[in-house]
Each structure stands twice: as C-alpha cells, then as structure tokens.
C-alpha cells in the first residue's frame, strides 16, 4: 500500500509591519519647497496586518540631511496598542551599517551648533518596545510616531 502525508500548518502567518511615513507640518511640506529655520513634524504610522503579534518591535528613523533635531518632540501615539516604548537617540548611526550604532545618546540644546532647542548630533532615533506585543487584530495594531526637525 502507500502512505499519504498530509502536513497541516498550525502556526498562522508571521506579523506584517507596514510603515507610512509622512511630512504632516507644515501642510504642503512634502509638495512644496520650504524654507530654512522652517520646522517640518515627520509621523510614521504603523500596523501589523499579519497572522500573529509582533514582537521585540523596533521602529528607527533618520534623521534628514540639513536639519536639526528638535529637542522633546520625539514621541510616540500607541493607540489602543497596549504597546510600552522607550525613546532612545544615536550621535552615530550610520545608514550604512545600522548594527554599529548607538543608542545612549542624551540630546541637548545647542548640540553639534544647532539653535537653541535644537540638536544637530542626533543622527537617528529609535522607538523600542519594552512591553507588549503589537496584535494584528484592529483596533489595538496600529499608531505612530513622530518628531520634529528644523531645517538648516
């Protein structure tokens, strides 16, 4: 006789992060020119539109070239999310190789030469999640992060 295997997947599919990052402020700064010493406020919405939680989440962003990041405005909306987040700086991310960087940076007015408020040796920051799990399952699997830079 033969012998049929039928092998049936009991794990439901892995969590799928989507990202949407935005210039939010001013209005019209991702059609239009802006000037200097303009403060644009970056947001990324995320959600997980997979099987299962996500979890160990990590959500990094860079700062832009030719701004300065705006001391305090980093922050994060969890939603109905239950999530728990740190918000940590790095002096020295390189897009290059992101494992190499660190993240024990403490930004400070002025730093870099930035205007007052402002620190120019931020390079990234990086939104951690220290408790919870990100469901896939609406309304608690989604919110956003933000923060400001001023343009050079």
């Given amino acids: 006789g033969s012998t049929t295997l039928t092998v049936v997947a009991s794990n439901p599919s892995p969590p799928d992060i989507l990202l949407a990052k935005a210039c939010t402020v001013p209005a019209d700064c ?6 200097p010493d303009t403060d644009l406020t970056y947001q990324i919405d995320f959600s997980n539109t997979g099987g299962a939680d996500a979890t160990n989440l990590s959500l990094v962003d860079v700062i832009p070239d030719n701004t300065d990041f705006k001391i305090g405005t980093a922050a994060v909306n969890t939603g109905t999310t239950g ?3 740190v918000i940590e700086y790095s002096d020295d991310y390189d897009p290059g190789d992101p494992p190499a960087a660190t993240w024990s940076y403490t930004p400070t007015s002025g730093g870099g030469g930035a205007d007052s408020g402002y620190d120019r040796n931020v390079k990234a920051i990086r939104w951690r999640v220290t408790a919870g799990s990100l469901s896939p399952t609406s309304p608690g699997n ?11």
């Fill in 83 to 85: 999530l728990t987040f």
């Fill in 142 to 152: 989604a919110g956003d992060i933000s923060f400001v830079a001023k343009i050079r």
């Fill in 30 to 35: 991702a059609t239009t020119p802006q000037l």
